[in-house]
């Protein structure tokens, strides 16, 4: 009994070092917010392609799908920049793991309708990535990262940290 | 104030950024929601390669006479759940990608492309596909699907 107590305690440790070591932080940050800036440039050239790829879903219609086609693309922009230079890292973690939790849905019920369509994640193309169990296994792994930053108390080496110190040692 | 409150406040302020930014930039650019309406939504221009707009008696007629096929644009799965009788599907999206359903259209015959209806615009585009691709005679019948559903015309179910 108090040998699995003094385990769990030592993998709740484990689990504390591991979310505020700040290197694994800035690699998360890094990562999840180059994708985001990646995956947003084509859909915001081209809000009227996003558009067709949501389409494609056939879970919205219309002006919902003009709506979102003009706004998701600079809410991945806007999370993206805070990811990488370190600023409202939660709130961007929050909205970000979330419409990942909404992308994957999407993808998860196009797949059981049968539907063989591009995912419009990256490229509006119709001919880059279809959707696939693959694409939902992404999704999940950009949600735990998500997570991660989201319960990371770690801020070094970002916008905010060196805001704090510069108006605490002006 | 918990990190969730903190955390649910920043993600409001992003989204509410996003909602400035991208009615902005696309009411700039005149892009998505802000675009004109495309001209050859109705207008197929003046060359005699442009395909011609068909009503639903005309296509009716070139249905009932055989001398037409009628070729579906929408997605395989709107076509499954149900379209024209004896129609082919060629999605637009996959139009290079199927070079083996185009090549097995008729050249001797007319071809009659159709989508969803008037919210649509992919008719349009296969049709002119399919005269760049080389067929003579090619027509688009714009009222589409709903219209024949409306109908009651002839439809098949692919299981």
């Given at each position: 009994m108090a040998e699995s107590k003094a385990s769990g305690g030592g993998d709740a440790i484990m689990l504390k070092r591991f979310l505020s070591n700040e290197f694994n932080v800035l690699t998360a940050r890094l990562f999840l917010g180059s994708l985001l800036l990646v995956a947003s440039i084509d859909k915001i050239a081209d809000p009227a392609a996003f558009a067709r790829?949501?389409?494609?879903?056939?879970?919205?219609?219309?002006?919902?799908?003009?709506?979102?086609?003009?706004v998701i693309p600079?809410?991945?922009?806007?999370?993206?920049?805070?990811?990488?230079?370190?600023?409202?890292?939660?709130g961007s973690a929050l909205l970000m793991g979330s419409l990942l939790g909404v992308f994957t849905l999407a993808v998860l019920s196009a797949l059981l309708r049968g539907l063989d369509i591009g995912c419009g994640c990256f490229s509006q193309d119709p001919a880059a990535a279809?959707?696939?169990?693959?694409?939902?296994?992404?999704?999940i792994v950009l949600m735990l990262i998500s997570a991660f930053l989201y319960f990371a108390p770690s801020i070094r080496f970002s916008l905010e940290h060196y805001l704090m110190h510069r108006h605490k040692n002006p | 104030m918990t990190r969730f409150h903190t955390a649910w406040r920043e993600s409001l302020a992003i989204i509410l950024c996003?909602?400035?930014?991208?009615?902005?930039?696309?009411?700039?650019?005149?892009?998505?929601?802000?675009?004109?309406?495309?001209?050859?939504?109705?207008?197929?221009?003046?060359?005699?390669?442009?395909?011609?707009?068909?009503?639903?008696?005309e296509a009716l007629n070139l249905f009932q006479s055989e001398e037409a096929v009628f070729v579906d644009?929408?997605?395989?799965?709107?076509?499954?759940?149900?379209?024209?009788?004896?129609?082919?599907?060629?999605?637009?999206?996959?139009?290079?990608?199927?070079?083996?359903?185009?090549?097995?259209?008729?050249?001797?015959?007319?071809?009659?492309t159709y989508c969803d209806g008037a919210e649509c615009n992919s008719s349009i585009e296969l049709a002119t596909k399919l005269i760049e691709s080389g067929f003579s005679s090619v027509k688009?019948?714009?009222?589409?699907?709903?219209?024949?559903?409306?109908?009651?015309?002839?439809?098949?179910?692919?299981?």
């Open positions: 790829s949501i389409e494609e879903y056939r879970l919205l219609a219309g002006p919902v799908v003009m709506v979102f086609a003009t600079w809410v991945e922009l806007l999370c993206g920049l805070s990811m990488v230079f370190g600023a409202v890292i939660p279809r959707i696939g169990w693959l694409k939902v296994g992404e999704n | 996003s909602l400035v930014l991208g009615f902005s930039h696309t009411f700039v650019q005149g892009k998505g929601i802000f675009a004109q309406p495309a001209p050859q939504r109705i207008s197929l221009g003046t060359s005699s390669a442009a395909p011609s707009i068909i009503d639903i008696q644009a929408r997605h395989e799965y709107d076509f499954k759940l149900g379209h024209i009788r004896g129609a082919i599907n060629l999605p637009l999206a996959e139009f290079e990608t199927k070079a083996d359903v185009v090549s097995s259209l008729p050249k001797n015959k007319t071809l009659i688009v019948f714009y009222s589409g699907w709903n219209e024949w559903q409306n109908q009651r015309l002839p439809v098949a179910v692919t299981q």
